[in-house]
């Protein structure tokens, strides 16, 4: 569905463009920009397994769906040379992540449903990226984009039966056009966000987490994926 009215979206913006020629003309050749972002992103996890088992069973997580989350930020642009840009797009992201938990029987070999998590995260990201723009064309521009960040997760709850780490280092890579309007340049742009690091935060052995530790046991590695779909104005 959502990719439904993205492109009933880009189908509208083009036909507005294509009656529009050459649109601020000098936008391109100013040293810094400024402007806002608005969009949606899909958190996802790479999830390594221990395969311990635990209680006679192995315990199991995937996460089979993605839930659409929104983003707002700021854009800070620095322009290098006719074809590059170095970029800075401190952004706020709301999105959540649900784990799906089912339990092996080594002796059956039978997978059985056991329980779902539902991770929300409230991260801060800051990303530096590298952008490299193609020729200009009327009032289209397309361009790609790579570079890295970190991120910092407002919305951590150390209540949940799995954690994780408060910050975390990315690369990022992604695509999108600029497109030049009489007033503002918009420019739909998807990104890719690859985490590095484990984001799976350990838990000590209370009272408040025996029963529910095995969560956090049957994993051993958490890497973070994040999809940002974004609408830049500038």
Known sequence: MLK???????FFISVICLKAQNNLTDLDYKVFRFGFLLGTNMMDLKINHSESVQDGKIYYAD???LTPGFTIGLITDLRLHRYLNLRFTPSLLL???ILNYSTLDPLTGILTPDKKVN????????PLMIRYSAERWGNYKPYIQTGFGTYF?????????VTLNISDFYITMGAGCDLYF??????????FNL??????SPKAQTAGTAVNLKYTNAISSLKSRIIVLSFNIE
């Open 119 to 126: 991770i929300f995260s409230l991260p801060v990201e800051l």
């Open 182 to 191: 009489k007033y503002f340049k918009l420019s739909p742009e998807l990104r």
């Open 153 to 161: 997760d407002l919305g951590r709850d150390e209540l949940k039966d």
């Open 4 to 10: 439904k009215y993205f492109l009933i979206f880009l």
């Open 95 to 97: 999105g959540n992540r």
């Open 63 to 65: 996460i089979s769906d």
């Open 195 to 200: 985490g590095l690091t484990n984001v799976l």
